[in-house]
């Protein structure tokens, strides 16, 4: 079992920045992939910024946020970050930590975080 706690989240003005971090404990052995997703009311969960790991690191991010926001991790504390900038109205969300593990491709387990608000005001 692995338990993921999101923080960071707030409210902040159009143009501003909030650091999301996401910390993962429990039974952690083989990470594929950590990220952040988010769900606005009405709206469907969706990838905002993902980390893959592999033969290469690989990180995604969806088109709406590319060029303002960054993910980064820190594979040692099993902790993984989103930098968030030039944030918008439209990036409101609660916004949710995701850990994808497992070495074989039917035993692969998926995790969540509680999620953290964001609210951005224009």
């Known amino acids: 079992q692995v338990q993921l706690v999101e923080s960071g989240g707030g409210l902040v003005q159009a143009g501003g920045s909030l650091r999301l971090s996401c910390v993962a404990s429990?039974?952690?052995?083989?990470?594929?992939?950590m990220g952040w997703y988010r769900q606005a009311p009405g709206k469907q969960r969706e990838l905002v910024a993902r980390?893959?790991?592999?033969?290469?690191?690989?990180?995604d991010y969806a088109d709406f946020v590319k060029g303002r926001f960054t993910i980064s991790r820190d594979n040692a504390k099993n902790t993984v970050y989103l930098q968030m900038n030039s944030l918008k109205p439209e990036d409101t969300a609660v916004y949710y930590c995701n850990l994808n593990q497992g070495r074989l491709s039917w035993r692969r387990e998926d995790y969540w975080g509680q999620g953290t608000q964001v609210t951005v005001s224009s």
């Open positions: 429990g039974s952690i052995f083989s990470i594929n992939a």
């Open positions: 980390i893959t790991s592999g033969i290469t690191t690989d990180y």
